[in-house]
């Protein structure tokens, strides 16, 4: 199996900041695409920002310019730095994974944290 633990989450002002983590462990041979995703409530999930493991990145129109999304391949971790929050980025932050894993043979893997809230306040 393959476990993704987030952090970071909290209640901040609007304007200010907070970083995420997510750190993938298990049987993983490799990790590809890292991710974070968010859903508010009433509303579907939605991406927030992709990297892969050569760094390419791939933003929300809603969050360019305000958040940086990074990671560790050595640490198998990835961060979302978020700077001038909004209200409106209030949600539930899910971290996410996909490669290939080891169960006595190789198989894909997607694998979805647990969550965690951020909730700015205006």
């Known amino acids: 199996q393959v476990q993704l633990v987030e952090s970071g989450g909290g209640l901040v002002q609007a304007g200010g900041s907070l970083r995420l983590s997510c750190t993938a462990s298990?049987?993983?041979?490799?990790?590809?695409?890292m991710g974070w995703y968010r859903q508010a409530p009433g509303k579907q999930r939605e991406l927030v920002a992709l990297?892969?493991?050569?760094?390419?990145?791939n933003y929300a129109d809603s969050v360019k310019g305000r958040f940086t999304i990074s990671r560790d391949n050595a640490k198998n971790t990835v961060y979302l730095q978020m700077n001038s929050l909004k209200s409106e980025d209030t949600a539930v932050y899910y971290c996410?994974?996909?490669?290939?894993?080891?169960?006595?043979?190789?198989?894909?893997?997607?694998?979805w944290g647990q969550g965690t809230q951020v909730t700015v306040s205006s």
């Open positions: 996410n994974a996909g490669g290939v894993k080891e169960v006595g043979r190789i198989v894909g893997y997607d694998a």
């Open positions: 298990g049987s993983i041979i490799s990790i590809n695409t």
């Open positions: 990297i892969t493991r050569s760094t390419m990145t």
